[in-house]
Nanobody, 117 residues
C-alpha cells in the first residue's frame, strides 16, 4: 500500500521559514519524481517544485530563490525548505510521487501552511 505522509506545516509570520517533509512507503522511492504542489482557497492546485530521480529540480517562478526541494532516498523522504515566506504562500501543500515510465502517481493528504502578514 502506497502512502505519502506530509508534515511540517503550520502558522508562520511573513519572512519566516518552514520545512515540509514527505515520508513515502510502498514505492521504490528512488525511481520516482517527487513533487510539491499547493492549493490555495478558491484556486487550482499548482506545482511548486519537483525533483527527479536523478536529482534535477524545477521550481515555479513564484518560489524561485526562496524554496528548495531535496530528497533523501535512504530515508524515503522528500523535503521542501521554504524561506522568506509570504502571505500568498498560504495554501495546503501536497506531496506527489510520479513514476513517469508507467504514468502512475500518488498523492499525500496535504499539510496546511498559513503565512500571516
Amino acid at each position: 500500500q502506497v502512502q505519502l505522509v506530509e508534515s511540517g506545516g503550520g502558522l508562520v509570520q511573513a519572512g519566516g521559514s518552514l520545512r515540509l517533509s514527505c515520508a513515502a512507503s510502498g514505492i521504490r522511492f528512488s525511481m520516482y519524481t517527487m513533487g510539491w504542489y499547493r492549493q490555495a482557497p478558491g484556486k487550482q492546485r499548482e506545482l511548486v517544485a519537483d525533483i527527479t530521480s536523478g536529482g534535477s529540480t524545477n521550481y515555479a517562478d513564484s518560489v524561485k530563490g526562496r524554496f528548495t526541494i531535496s530528497r533523501d532516498n535512504a530515508k524515503l523522504t522528500a523535503y521542501l525548505q521554504m524561506n522568506s515566506l509570504k502571505p500568498e504562500d498560504t495554501a495546503v501543500y501536497y506531496c506527489n510521487a510520479e513514476y513517469v515510465v508507467l504514468r502512475v502517481d500518488y498523492w499525500g493528504k496535504g499539510t496546511l501552511v498559513t503565512v500571516s502578514s
